[in-house]
């Protein structure tokens, strides 16, 4: 078995009213600990740049507390929405932006990424994607809100697709 240096992954699902977030810890291939989850929401009744400072200094508190070796970003790759597109870019750059500042690297993948990885499925809905999370994470409920739910899948994205990316550099060197 190839094993990982351990890894503490923080996911984070960008939005301008609620941005979610999961930490998974992945000490090797094979294993992936729930460490925690939730949200980070802000009140419509502040304008735009008061939500963006409150995202940012709320993530700084995260990254503190939780101390993650890599942050990974739902990237924007389609959007039904075009009211919200320009809103959640601007969160994705704080957070990107607070990320890189405390000296976390951040990965990103889009939602299809995170679908396919997790379901097998690049087009799996919310149910289906929070069921394997449960099943994934040995969790005896489902992740509230759909928010930190995503968050979640995208730690857990990252930790799998790092895993096939050793196990084939592992192979070419087998080969080499």
Do not use: W
């Not at 351990?6 to 992945?26: H, S």
């Not at 919200?84 to 690297?105: D, H, K, N």
């Not at 997790?118 to 809100?145: C, F, M, R, W």
């Amino acid at each position: 078995m190839l094993a990982l240096p351990a890894r503490r992954i923080l996911g984070i699902d960008p939005g301008t009213a609620t941005v979610g977030y999961g930490v998974l810890d992945c000490p090797d291939k094979n294993s992936l600990q729930f460490v925690a989850a939730g949200v980070i929401q802000t009140p419509r009744t502040l304008d735009a740049g008061s939500r963006l400072k409150m995202i940012r200094e709320d993530l700084a508190s995260i990254i503190s507390e939780y101390s993650p070796d890599i942050a990974v970003v739902e990237a924007l790759f389609f959007f039904k929405n075009a009211k919200t597109v320009i809103p959640v870019a601007q969160a994705r750059g704080v957070i990107l932006e607070c990320a890189a500042s405390l000296g976390v690297p951040a990965a990103e993948y889009t939602p299809m990424q995170v679908k396919l990885t997790l379901t097998g499925y690049g087009k799996a809905d919310k149910k289906e994607v929070q069921h394997i999370l449960s099943k994934v994470l040995q969790l005896d409920t489902i992740i509230k809100p759909d928010d930190a739910a995503d968050a979640l899948a995208l730690a857990i994205c990252y930790a799998r697709m790092t895993a096939l990316t050793a196990k084939a550099e592992t192979a070419e060197l087998k080969l080499s």
